[in-house]
């Protein structure tokens, strides 16, 4: 059948308000659909299923239980509040030991203070059959006796089964150190080779044992030590010499006007370079470029709002990173010393001082 023209138009005139209003519903979400993401919340609890009398009941019960929960409490779980911010205070690692590796230098990283390492590791020297010599609370340096003498040690540290007079003379020296953050200890070790047996104790070389080889024993010893760190835990003991070590910190924030200026870590280059490259990254500050010999890390730090594409994200590509700061990493008398300047082009929220509260909170 065929629709006048006079018709045809106004149906066509009423079509397109109501195609308006279902668009500007479907964009805007607002009363059409329920909103179901709280229902689970206010769910009554179901009627348990109850099977015949005298049926066996065993297949229907729960493979994996689930905890029971207050239904007082139930409603938490939904976020209708912000939540508290994380306790700063906290200064736990992810992993209790880590070995790190970095310019060629290996250490152990602990989470807990020298004090309470200092006699652990001293016991740990004793069972390998390598003893303690000499040590220094104050260096932090602890020196086994002569390992070519003992049948432990010379396993440990891969000697020779039959000891030769001609055979360089080897001791094991360990290093603890207060790590970068609160309450964290960095233990280095390192296998000296001598032409005689030390009168005393032998100054510590920061940058002995860098061959291959070297590294391999390294990373033994210290993984042993780790081992036996763990399996002790629980001990009680405490080295008030050992525990001086920690009076210094080894990151300052510095201010002016109540306002973060720069940081001030007292590490050589490399090691201030890596510290700040990986802390920038777990603080949500992009790197978009970087360049080490200049000493300058350029990061997009923005905030989850000014990142967020928008509600009509769907019609445009993804929101490339922006330039919003600039780190800059440089010698200042002892210590290196960390500045951040804000770009022109970026208004947003993020200030150089917030990045560097930031970065020092987390460094510290």
């Known amino acids: 059948m065929q629709v006048p023209g006079r018709t045809r138009y106004i149906l066509a005139s009423l079509a397109r308000p109501a195609a308006g209003l279902v668009l500007a519903s479907a964009l805007t979400g607002c009363g059409l659909l329920h909103d179901r993401s709280e229902d689970y919340v206010y769910a009554p609890e179901g009627t348990p299923i109850q099977v015949p009398e005298g049926a066996d009941s065993s297949r229907l019960s729960e493979v994996m239980p689930i905890r029971s929960v207050n239904t007082d409490d139930s409603r938490r779980m939904y976020p209708s509040s912000i939540p508290r911010p994380p306790d700063m205070t906290s200064e736990i690692l992810d992993q209790n030991y880590v070995i790190e590796e970095l310019d060629g230098r290996l250490w152990l990283l602990v989470n807990d203070v020298p004090g309470h390492l200092w006699p652990v590791a001293s016991a740990w020297l004793h069972q390998s059959g390598l003893g303690v010599a000499y040590d220094s609370p104050q260096l932090g340096v602890m020196q086994s006796e002569l390992a070519n003498f003992s049948k432990r040690s010379r396993e440990l540290l891969g000697l020779a089964n039959t000891p030769a007079t001609s055979e360089p003379r080897v001791l094991v020296q360990l290093r603890l150190a207060p790590g970068i953050r609160r309450k964290t200890t960095e233990i280095r070790a390192q296998v000296l080779e001598l032409d005689e047996k030390p009168e005393g104790l032998v100054a510590w070389n920061p940058d002995a044992g860098e061959d291959q080889t070297s590294k391999e024993l390294q990373k033994k010893l210290l993984g042993e030590l780790a081992e036996f760190l763990q399996q002790r835990e629980d001990n009680k003991s405490f080295s008030r010499a050992a525990s001086g070590m920690v009076a210094k910190p080894l990151v300052r924030l510095m201010s002016e006007d109540e306002q973060a200026k720069a940081v001030e870590v007292e590490l050589d280059y ?32 923005r905030t989850e709002d000014e990142r967020a594409p928008g509600w009509f994200s769907w019609f445009s590509d993804e929101q490339e990173p922006t330039h919003t700061h600039t780190v800059t990493v440089s010698q200042a008398d002892d210590a290196m010393v960390v500045t951040a300047e804000q770009v022109d082009a970026y208004n947003g929220d993020y200030t150089s001082a917030d990045l560097l509260t930031k970065l020092f909170e987390h460094l510290y």
Do not use: M, P, Y
């Open 270 to 301: 490399g090691r201030t370079w890596a510290e700040v490259n990986r802390s920038l990254k777990e603080i949500g500050a992009n790197i978009l470029d970087i360049n080490r010999s200049e000493g300058w890390i350029q990061v997009d730090f």
